[in-house]
């Protein structure tokens, strides 16, 4: 038994060792981190592809820097294969951080990308997917103080991103895999600009299969993100004038959606419940002590918030004409996946309640 | 140290087990309590509410000199009967019960207030019940053992409080007869809830080594806990001012966050540390009295299984009832007038009528 | 043997209880202290736009570059309620904040005079924050004071806190300038808060004076030298320099300390404070008389002249307290509040304005250095 477990190792450890990677000392390899995809309208009516990326350096110094470097072409193929072309070292891939889209490229259908992303086995399923304002290229010479690389910078965006605003996690290339052909599912990406405080998330991007159709801001993508998503956190505040205001520190929790059928018609119930922490308070005094004011705070709370989503279902279901709320999905578990049902339609002309319920669980160390 | 054997405690054990069940985690609130009716002279009222713990400890001395093998809950049964006897003896069970819940949910607040804000509330009631489970279920002694740790850390806490006297002013407490007597009665009445749980004498003293010695038992924890009481609310007045208080939840964790001593950075958690091993304390001896009740009204058979059941109870009724500060209070705000005079009314009658009626009732009904 | 076997299924019954809870129940998860971002100073502006106030609360942080060295950086946040600001720094944050190691908070004049309780209210619900941050005062922009890099300073919030604690020695400061007094100070019944004033000129940050408050607004700001005048009346204990001048040649410095005394005498209405001052100093500089240290004379007279030269400017200082101000910035209406009783209604503040105060100023030299030159 011992000799097998002992002769076992060795061959297994041969064989690691024969056709593993060749190894190379550090100072000769890149590591990319980022990789970006553009497009541009040539002179002669063509469109061109660029594809940057950014990749890490490192110096015998122990120093570690960032360059980015750009592959074009007529396709994605062919940009891709110029790209490659111009790294002079070993490089490592799997090791991206972000995918960074431009808005035109988005605007074009995704597919192409997705499709390649998914066939190489060494993409690294869990990097952020953004869309951004401009070519990526100047996203990723953007340098961004405190930081090696913007992809750096990015990606800690995008790992913070769900403490605040409602955003969720689920902005990774898996995700994008796993919502771009799904029956009623959509992808919703977020999209990132270059403005004077620096790299700044500013909206959502919707898409409709693999286009995307439309930027939001990032005050419709908060009640956006808050309907579809579930477990977020964010801050609601109501606002009488400039002194007197609340902020309400939420969690969204036991998201519900319902979905039935009353006269031929669908009909979709959101239920939501909102617990949190009342961080800032010069609007409800006594809030502390008396209850009777707690339920009240609760009540408006719960009334503006219900107002909020159904202004935003609204414009929804008269503008965007997406489902971006993912309800299809709750209606196809239903009704079964029926094929030609079109779902961002039916859902644009449905009726949809919301219901939030609002608790608020803590209440700080006082109220000055 | 010498080894935990026998069931009886010493006098000295004694005097630390009645100091650690009428100190609680009140003590950080108790300024809130009462600076909004009494002011600045608050701290006369804390010293006042001493009477209530002292009359029910007088009660319990000529009790347990009548009767010194005997405690309360066999009394009752004597006097009233087995069912009427039994039915007190469980409402006095329900009563320590309270106190149990209300204390265990204000720990969790605090500690998710201030230490850890990412655990939930019910992994901080699990983490707190299996300590004071286990304690419990090793015996008195243990108990007695916690509580002397218990002094000790009151004792440090009353030091370090000391380091506030240099940033407050006297000025704060003055005028000091500004307020109508009527309002400082009216104060140290609702310090009723931090002086309670005394009744509980009336359990332990048949364990006390020398029950002749129970005197200066009741009159040393008294006189510690009173003096304990008036100092935390005078330094909260002091460094605070009568003004500040009504804006806080917890006046004393405020007062130990500013306190500045030389070379100890983090005194917060410190304090912080002594107030949850003071919670845990609490908890264990109510635990051990709840069985002890229980094992009076019905012979048990099964420990552990027993501890578990309380437990499990104990988590469902904070989880459900007492999860917010809100709701805590709210509850409290009923219960505690009527909990506080069921007991007093309780001590007293079994006492005067056990007190009062000539011959030995429990010889008697030894002798049928 | 059946006991054993019992309690075995019990403990075993707990152990799974409690691996439910802990492992299935969803809870938030700490973050790593790698991934904060470590704020150290905090700075409060408002800019009014058309739809009402926006507050705009940068944060300047600490950033670590590859070589080693700490810098400073600014994250901005802009909306219209305090809460909603937090939400959209984060907009522009790759990491999270970690607060607690706030030095310095600044305000602008233009907040300050619209109002702090917001920030009050804010911080004062953060179990996390900083006490021990010191509170300034700034005319423009917070924005101004971040972004100057200051030598031999990681960030211009090291270099305020650095100048707070100087100032305590030379200008006669007080303590009283941080955050936990302020909650302290502002709701209290007679008291003020007053908090240091900075401002930029040509590049350079220096405390230009002290900013009075009335309860959370900002009421008047004050000169250095004003500002001096009114510690000593208001500090218990405080130091500073002091100086007699004849001409700009002949003038004598004193580093002194002052103590303060005040009694509060009600006649019939009327309210009078007695401020009693004892100011001993240390002569270190000289050039007005001969004869200081060897002639008790001189040194008497000095000392007399001294004392009645302090009081002067203190008594100025009263008068345009009393009637340009309008502000009790000295406190005296806690005293009289913790002899003649609190929550009368009574505004302190009006009070102290029309009430008489009078000013004792004992002075005396301490030592006399290791002679003249």
Redo the contacts between chains.
Sequence with gaps: MKRYLIIITILLTYMFYLYGNTRVPIEEVDIIVGFGYDVMDKSNGQIQYSVPFNSYIFKPNE??LSVTKTGRGKNLTEAEQDRDSKVERKYISGLEMVYVISEKYAKMGIKDLIDERFRNTEANDMAYVVVCKGNSEDIFSFQ?????STS??????M???D???FFSQNYKLIDVFVRMDSKGRQVLLPYIEISK??????GLALFNKDKMVKKID?KEARILNLLRED?VK??L?I?K???K?????AKSKNRKVKCYKENGKYKFDINLTLTGE?????LYEDI??S?DV?EKFEKDMKQQVENMCNEFINKMQYQYKIDCLELGRYGAAEFGRLKNVDWNEIVSNSEIKVNVKV?????????? | MNKLSGNKITPNEAVYILIGIMLDLNIVSIANALVPIAKQTSWISALLGGVYPLYVGILAVFVSRKYPKDNILTLSKNIFGNIIGNILNFLFLISLMIYFCAGLSEVTIISRTYVVPFLSSLKIYVSILLLAAYTASKGLKTVSRICFFNFIGLITLIIISLGILRNGSLLNVSPVFGVSLKKIIAASRDSAYDYALMETVFLIYPLIEDSKKIKTIVLKSTAFIVIVYTWITFISIYYLGIDIIPKTIWAFVEVSRDIEIKNITNLRYLVLFILLFISIKSMSILYYLSLLILDNIKKIKNKPIVIFLIGILVIYVCKNYFKTLHDRNEILEYAIPVITIYNLSYVSVISLVSLLKKDDIVGKKQKK | MEKNKKNKVMIICVLVAVLIVFFLEKSEEAPNVEELDIAVGIGYNITEKSDGIYYDIPFNVYYFQENGKTKSNIRQGRDKTTGQVKQERQRESPRSYSLGFEKVVLIEEKFAKYGIRGILDVSFNLPKFNNDAFVFVCRENTNEYFKEDIMGYTSTSDFLYGLIKNMQDNWFFGENYKYKDLILIVDSEGRNAVLPYIEKEKDEIAIKGMALFKGDKLKAVIDINDAKWMNILREKKSKGLLTLKKNSKEYINSYSSSQKKVKCIKNGEECKFIIDLDISGDIISNTMYKDLFSNTETLKNFEKLMASEIRGYLLDFVKKMQTDYRVDCLELGKIAAAKYGRGTGVDWNEVVCRSEIEINVRFKVNSVGRGEY
């Excluded at chain 1, 405080?197 to 500013?202: E, K, S, V």
């Excluded at chain 1, 608790?359 to 000055?368: F, K, L, N, P």
């Design positions: 120093e570690k961004e103080l405190g930081y090696i750096d910078y990015i990606y800690g965006l790992k913070n991103i403490g605040y605003n405080n620096g790299l700044n998330l500013t990032i477990n964010g801050v505040s606002r004038d400039n002194k205001y609340i902020d309400f520190y009342i961080i800032s308070n010069t502390l002590s209850k707690k608790m608020v669980e803590s209440e700080g160390r006082g109220d000055y």
